[in-house]
């Protein structure tokens, strides 16, 4: 990725992926909290920060948040500045790893073992051999390739045939497999699943064993595993993973972060899951008032973001900005539109994104968004755009319009309103008089 000096440029500039470690000096933006929470020392990544430094145990997140809202930019961020006070950080990024319309609990517990496994390699870990012997041994039985026969197949691609680099190379060959079978093979996926059920107490205890190996090799600091994307699960699925296992999710001796999905805070049942997780909520930027308003100062944080990755010169007068206050703060909303304004701009080999380039780009995002809802739910969404915007009664609405993104939150005082692009399609509709003055 680089800055985006001229139109072409913008496509690759605006990537959706999150900033990685090697991007954030030149692309990152730092000021954004004031902005999402209304208050400048608050962060609740700035919390996690802490907590993930503090020598208590048993420091499990829930980090909540809209999807596009940034959070995955912002973990990064987080691991980075870790990494130099001197932590081991590992992220899962359980869309890759897994198949998330298939996952349950033991899925989260197998890939904290590759993680561990991962930083004691990466740390130089003289692993005591009875800790090895551990995890070779729960492995070994019911795995179709045994652990010698990945320990030869480890030293020939290595070049290491002895001790605890060697031993660690063959395991992590056999957790490339296990990984292979949980998100392609249904027999074998069942098996691996099966055994850590029926011995998860033991596989805590090596998991915990893991981290104190690591610990020590990092003057105390404990390993830190991050989880991305369960946020993306659906509902049901993510209760399957997390609500009847909160207690032994949360109950690993070194700092785990799992990132959850925001409308399942309104569910009943996630109250039960503060007792076991601290949570925290990464708010969207607020680019409008509660009472429909214009945010300047949201909106000019925004514009920075974008100014971080192009020449603002690139988008005529008063395009950025239309951009931004129809995308309610969603970073990934804007950066979609951007890329399919600029698409349309560099077609018509024009050097600048013009209004209408933007006004077909957000065409294309509110007709997705009114595809996720039908003409009952119109007089819910009205409600809370004409005023209802912080009690909301019916909660199993409210979390099946914030899953589908059509309803946005914000914090300062925990307030939503309907996304700008479906405010539009009721002004089209006759239903609003004016979306914004």
């Not at 802490?50 to 499990?60: F, K, T, V």
């Not at 950080?89 to 993680?115: Q, W």
């Not at 009875?130 to 290595?158: M, P, R």
């Amino acid at each position: 990725m680089k800055y985006a000096n001229q139109v072409s440029e913008i496509i690759n500039a605006f990537s959706l992926a999150p900033l990685k470690k090697e991007q954030m000096a030149e692309f990152y933006c730092a000021d954004t909290m004031e902005y999402r929470t209304s208050d400048k020392y608050s962060s609740p990544i700035e919390d996690i920060f802490d907590i993930c430094r503090s020598p208590e145990e048993y420091s499990a997140c829930l980090l909540l948040g809209h999807r596009g809202c940034g959070k995955s930019t912002e973990l990064n961020r987080m691991s980075e500045r870790l990494v130099k006070a001197g932590y081991y950080v590992k992220t899962i990024h359980c869309s890759t790893d897994l198949d998330l319309f298939n996952i349950v609990y033991s899925d989260l517990f197998i890939l904290m073992g590759e993680a561990l496994l991962e930083i004691a390699k990466e740390a130089g870990c003289d692993i005591e051999n009875k800790v090895l012997d551990n995890i070779k041994s729960f492995w070994q039985e019911g795995t179709e390739i045994t652990v010698s026969q990945e320990l030869e197949a480890a030293s020939l691609e290595t070049g290491v045939s002895a001790g605890t680099k060697g031993i660690l190379a063959g395991i992590l060959n056999i957790f490339a497999k296990i990984k292979t079978d949980l998100k392609y093979n249904e027999e074998t996926r069942k098996e691996y699943r099966k055994k850590i059920s029926v011995r998860s107490s033991e596989w805590i205890g090596i998991l915990g064993n893991m981290a104190k190996e690591i610990a020590k090799k990092s003057d105390g600091r404990n390993p830190i595993i991050i989880f991305e994307d369960l946020d993306k699960l659906n509902p049901e699925d993510a209760w399957k993973v997390f609500y009847h296992y909160a207690a032994v999710l949360s109950g690993m001796t070194f700092p785990v972060i799992y990132t959850f999905p925001i409308g399942l805070s309104y569910d009943t049942r996630y109250s039960a899951m503060e007792g076991y997780f601290i949570t925290k909520t990464l708010p969207m930027i607020k680019i409008a008032t509660i009472e429909n308003k214009p945010f300047k100062e949201g909106i000019s944080i925004i514009n920075e973001i974008v100014g971080k990755r192009a020449d603002l010169g690139l988008f005529e007068e008063n395009v950025l900005t239309t951009l931004i206050e129809h995308t309610g703060g969603s970073l990934r909303d804007l950066f979609q539109v951007i890329i399919a304004a600029a698409k349309r701009a560099e077609r018509r080999d024009s050097g600048t994104v013009c209004m209408e380039d933007a006004g077909r780009a957000l065409e294309e995002i509110k007709t997705s968004l009114t595809r996720r809802i039908e003409e009952k739910d119109y007089k819910f969404l009205l409600n809370i755009y004409n005023g209802n915007k912080e009690r909301i009664e019916d909660k199993g609405m409210l979390l099946k319009m914030l899953q589908a993104s059509v309803v946005l939150e914000y914090n300062g005082k925990r307030w939503h309103n309907v996304h700008p692009l479906v405010v539009d399609f009721f002004k089209e509709q006759g239903m609003i008089e004016d979306v914004r003055e």
